[in-house]
């Protein structure tokens, strides 16, 4: 199913910007990034294989029982593991320091499989292609056995399609940085297993 998507401001220049979620000047993210885009070719071929370094090369903190809560983008890199919210903002950084704007998306989610398990907003990327014209969702949470994200430019494959009978959304807006309610969540907590269960937003 095609999103409609809604860009948070029409200024494309706010989709390139650096912060300190999104700090991309760090010489780890600088390198990366450029052996990346040396080995891509072309922008549409760099985004693929950063979304796919951030998704197979990050670990999931949840998958892998980490307490560590990692926030920043260079912070992600270094330690190589976050939850998705830290996991957007190291795509971001990735895309944005090659001049490839990027923004991100949520969803709104069932915490487990059903919804008496609560609900747990979501993030995940959205990127510009200039070579198309177009925004396309990537979700670089990481992939295990009932995930399987993957760059597609035909269709969405995200983590999580969402399912309306258990009331989970997509928020068709794209953000020119991370929500509040999610930057707050990483900096108000210091066991991420604790915060992954009990800390998370349910709403935006």
Known sequence: MTMNYSCETDAQEAYLE?????DYSHPMIRK???ELYSASGDETAFVQSAFEFVRDHVSHSWDIQSSRITRYASEVLKYREGICYAKSNLL????????V???FCYQRLTLGDTPDTGYVIHALNAVYLRSMGRWIRLDA????PGVDARFSLEEERLAFPVR????EWNDPVIYKAPHPKTTRALLGHSDCMAMYLHGLPSEL
Do not use: M, T
């Not at 949470?141 to 295990?144: E, Y």
């Open 141 to 144: 949470r990481g992939n295990k």
């Open 18 to 22: 650096e912060s300190e979620w999104v």
């Open 164 to 167: 309306a009978a258990y009331d």
């Open 32 to 34: 990366l990034s450029d």
């Open 101 to 103: 704007p990027a923004g």
């Open 92 to 99: 971001c950084a990735l895309a944005r320091s090659q001049g």
